[in-house]
T-cell receptor, first 113, second 114 residues
Framework: GDSVTQMEGPVTLSEEAFLTINCTYT??????LFWYVQYPGEGLQLLLK?????DKGSNKGFEATYRKETTSFHLEKGSVQVSDSAVYFC????????????FGTGTSLTVIP | NAGVMQNPRHLVRRRGQEARLRCSPM?????VYWYRQLPEEGLKFMVY????????ESGMPKERFSAEFPKEGPSILRIQQVVRGDSAAYFC????????????FGQGTRLTVV
């Protein structure tokens, strides 16, 4: 079935460090891929998305490239800030299942000054 | 254009009572998703609805839980005879149902069963 596997957390980084959060997927169809971010006490917000192979989604310094050959959508940021501390969720939706969304378990990131 | 509105934001119920969680989707959205987030856990899918139709309820517990999305008004997630294990944050998301479009999330309802 369709599913997302993302890197276990928690992740703790120093400010200005490089961030990678791994995400791989399994899909029966041709999925769209998303990264959502959840700040403490709030709902999920869309961070970026990619809808076809080799697309790169980017926002607020974060990037992720849709890699069909490795079924991956890893999230990266070159220099994290304290304000990036949050939980990050990788997700996919597959049109031929009625656009159901499947989420990973979330990766908690803490950035320390 | 208002976002996805969930209410109440916080709900306290005694064991055995009923909890009703409401979700008004974004304007123009006809599809609603409900998820449950337990402390220190990820997001668990519960149910996916279109107006007057349940598309996928494979994540709903077989007993005590039900959901609806009527033609008029908000989507309702109903939990009967709540137990302590139902304490969680419940998130609603809405979308157009179109391919390759994202879902937009509400702020969530935090249910505490005492």
């Amino acid at each position: 079935g369709d599913s997302v596997t993302q890197m276990e957390g928690p992740v703790t980084l120093s400010e200005e460090a490089f961030l990678t959060i791994n995400c791989t997927y399994t899909a029966t169809g041709y999925p769209s891929l998303f990264w959502y971010v959840q700040y403490p006490g709030e709902g999920l917000q869309l961070l970026l998305k990619a809808t076809k192979a080799d697309d790169k989604g980017s926002n607020k310094g974060f990037e992720a490239t849709y890699r069909k050959e490795t079924t991956s959508f890893h999230l990266e940021k070159g220099s994290v800030q304290v304000s990036d501390s949050a939980v990050y969720f990788c997700a996919l939706s597959v049109p031929n299942t009625g656009n159901q969304f499947y989420f990973g378990t979330g990766t908690s990131l803490t950035v320390i000054p | 254009n208002a976002g996805v509105m969930q209410n109440p934001r916080h709900l306290v119920r005694r064991r055995g009572q009923e909890a009703r969680l409401r979700c008004s989707p974004m304007k123009g959205h006809s599809h609603v998703y409900w998820y449950r987030q337990l402390p220190e856990e990820g997001l668990k899918f519960m149910v996916y609805l279109q107006k007057e139709n349940i598309i996928d309820e494979s994540g709903m517990p077989k007993e005590r839980f039900s959901a609806e999305f009527p033609k008029e008004g908000p989507s309702i997630l109903r939990i009967q005879q709540v137990v302590r294990g139902d304490s969680a944050a419940y998130f609603c998301a809405s979308g157009t149902g179109g391919s390759r479009t994202e879902a937009f999330f509400g702020q969530g309802t935090r249910l505490t069963v005492v």
